[in-house]
């Protein structure tokens, strides 16, 4: 699969889906409106890229080399280190009623952190090359805690000035609230019936033309901040490191070796490295 055949795909992601985030992204009073079925779920769904939109939505925001501010700088960027489900879907009778998540890859979600008091999906998406992804996509034998994404952690770091620093908590994939078979379901739900209210606006009608759809991606949620993440935001020159990898394969430091510049094998990881402009 290569960047490209993305565009053909309708890209969603999930709001409040890690522990703390939206506290520490300074959203959580925007979201103290929605009201959740149980008390870890995450908030809800958001778009990012729909293709065709006649607005800001239309416009393709994902890349794998950079990170355009577009004059943004003021409005706080910053990095949300995530795990991307590409997944097929069955679409009948105008609602979503399956979800198959084919390939997993490292994502950059990244946002604008200025509350404006307008919706969520306004801080996605601010022009092209605005959002990240590895083009290391790895394929998803089954989704639930047998497969393969039960042994894979998410790690997130900036290099500034030469200098390396934490960005993310690094984190295991299991440790999403909501994950496989239940986040699946949720999603499913949420495409199918969530309204308009408060940061989040109401998602059947972006399915309208879902049929010129290849599949759907979904961003499963940002990870908790470091104090180095929650108190600096992104500036031009910045590198922009996230990984997804296989804990029980590759160890922490041969993930920090790989960002020093040595030759290391990271065979069962896929790697995002942005640099902002």
């Keep these: ?41 995450p908030k809800g769904l958001f778009p990012f890229y729909i293709k065709g939109h006649e607005s800001f939505l239309g416009t393709y925001p994902i890349c794998d080399e950079v990170i355009y501010a577009h004059d943004k700088e003021d409005k706080n960027l910053q990095v949300e280190a995530e ?59 089954s989704f639930d805690e047998k497969g393969v994404l ?27 609230s909501y994950f496989y078979k239940q986040l699946k379901d949720w999603i499913i739900n949420k495409f199918n ?13 972006f399915l309208k033309n879902i049929d010129g759809a290849k599949g759907i991606l979904i961003a499963a949620g940002a990870t908790a901040y470091t104090d180095f993440g929650k108190k600096n935001f992104l500036k031009r020159g910045d590198e922009i490191f996230v990984y997804v990898y296989n804990a029980h394969a590759h160890s922490f430091l041969d993930i920090m070796n790989d960002m020093s510049g040595m030759d290391i094998y990271l065979g069962q990881c896929s790697k995002l490295h942005q640099i902002v402009k």
């Design 193 to 205: 019936t969530q309204e308009d209210c408060g940061p989040l606006e109401s998602i059947p009608p």
């Design 83 to 141: 795990v991307a489900l590409i997944c097929d879907f069955v679409y009948e009778d105008g609602k979503i009623v399956d979800l198959i998540p084919k390939y997993f890859s490292a994502f950059n979600d990244c946002s604008i952190r200025v509350n404006d008091g307008n919706k969520l999906s306004t801080k996605k998406n601010w022009g092209e090359n605005t959002k990240g992804i590895s083009q290391d996509i790895i394929p998803i034998d």
């Design 150 to 176: 039960k042994d894979y952690h998410i790690a997130s770091f900036i290099r500034r000035d030469g200098i390396l620093h934490d960005y993310g908590t690094t984190c295991a994939v299991s440790s999403y």
């Design 1 to 41: 699969m290569l960047l490209d055949d993305l565009k053909d795909y309708l890209g969603f992601a999930v709001a409040g889906n890690f522990a703390n985030h939206l506290g520490e992204a300074g959203e959580a009073d925007e979201f103290s409106v929605v009201q959740t079925e149980e008390k870890d779920a």
